[in-house]
C-alpha cells in the first residue's frame, strides 16, 4: 500500500520562514530511518503557496489564479510518498514524527488509490493504456498502481 503524508502549511512556511537546523537534523534522521526500512519513496517540502497557483474549473472554462491563498491551515507544506505493508504500519510511522520544538501542527496520512480501487470502471484496455503511460515516467514501475 502506498501513502500520502501531507504536512500542512503554517504561518511560518508561508511566510518563507525556513526550518532551523535543529529541525532539519531530526528531519534528516526520522528520514534515514524511513529509507533504511524501505519505507520512503520519496518527500519534499514546497515553497509558500505565494509561488504557487490553482486551477479552478467551473461550467464556464478553466481560470488559474495566482498565489498566496488565504487559508494556511488549508495548505500544503511538504509531503512524502510511503510504501507500507498495512494501514497500522503506515500510522506507527507516522506517529513518529519529529516535533523538536513541540509546536502544534497538523499532518494528514491518505492512502494512494491503486488500480483495483477502481473496480470494473477501470477496464482492461484502459488498465493497459494506463501501466504503459507509468513505464514512460522516469521512475516507471516504481510508481506502478
Do not use: H
Amino acid at each position: 500500500m502506498r501513502f500520502m503524508i501531507m504536512i500542512k502549511a503554517d504561518k511560518n512556511t508561508e511566510a518563507g520562514v525556513l526550518p532551523d537546523e535543529k529541525l532539519l537534523t531530526e528531519m534528516g534522521k526520522y528520514n534515514e530511518e524511513l529509507v533504511k526500512a524501505g519505507v520512503m519513496i520519496g518527500g519534499e517540502g514546497l515553497q509558500p503557496s505565494m509561488t504557487g497557483a490553482r486551477l479552478l474549473q467551473t461550467s464556464d472554462g478553466a481560470k488559474i489564479v495566482d498565489g498566496p491563498f488565504a487559508e494556511s491551515k488549508e495548505l500544503v507544506g511538504g509531503f512524502w510518498i510511503w510504501e507500507c505493508k498495512s494501514v497500522d504500519e503506515a500510522k506507527e510511522w507516522l506517529s513518529r514524527v519529529p516535533n523538536p520544538d513541540g509546536s502544534m501542527g497538523t499532518i494528514e496520512l491518505r492512502r494512494i488509490a491503486s488500480a483495483e480501487d477502481f473496480g470494473e470502471n477501470l477496464t482492461p484496455e484502459l488498465r493497459e493504456k494506463e501501466e504503459a503511460l507509468r513505464a514512460q515516467t522516469p521512475d516507471g514501475e516504481q510508481y506502478r498502481a
